[in-house]
């Protein structure tokens, strides 16, 4: 069940930060009259990082309800894949101080 609230959370994510992309390519493009790569973090953001973690919890949430046997292997590379980011980051501030 909580994988299922993970693959809904990063889904809506991913489609709330593509949408703030395509509109701040938008706005740029009528300022300048040409696209100056806004959006360009937002879009890769969604699309490297939270469309492949919707898609993974999801996975983990249908292999635990159909009870398949990599479910809880999936589950637990899902939970790595979300949180090895944030980690790595972490750290890399921590020893910068």
């Known amino acids: 069940m909580i994988d ?3 693959a809904v959370l990063f889904a ?3 489609a709330w930060l593509f949408h703030v ?3 701040a390519a938008a706005r ?3 300022r ?3 696209n100056v790569d806004s ?3 937002e879009f890769a953001f969604a699309s490297l990082y939270l469309g492949p973690m919707a898609v993974l919890f999801a996975s983990a949430s249908v292999a635990i309800w159909r009870g398949w046997r990599f479910g809880r ?3 637990w590379v899902a939970v790595l894949g979300a949180v090895a980011p ?3 980051a972490a750290m890399g501030m921590i020893t910068h101080w």
């Open 4 to 6: 299922a609230a993970f």
């Open 12 to 14: 809506t994510a991913f």
């Open 21 to 23: 992309s395509v509109e």
């Open 28 to 30: 740029e493009n009528t």
């Open 32 to 34: 300048y009259g040409h």
């Open 39 to 41: 959006g360009a973090l």
């Open 73 to 75: 292997a999936l589950h």
């Open 86 to 88: 944030i980690a790595y």
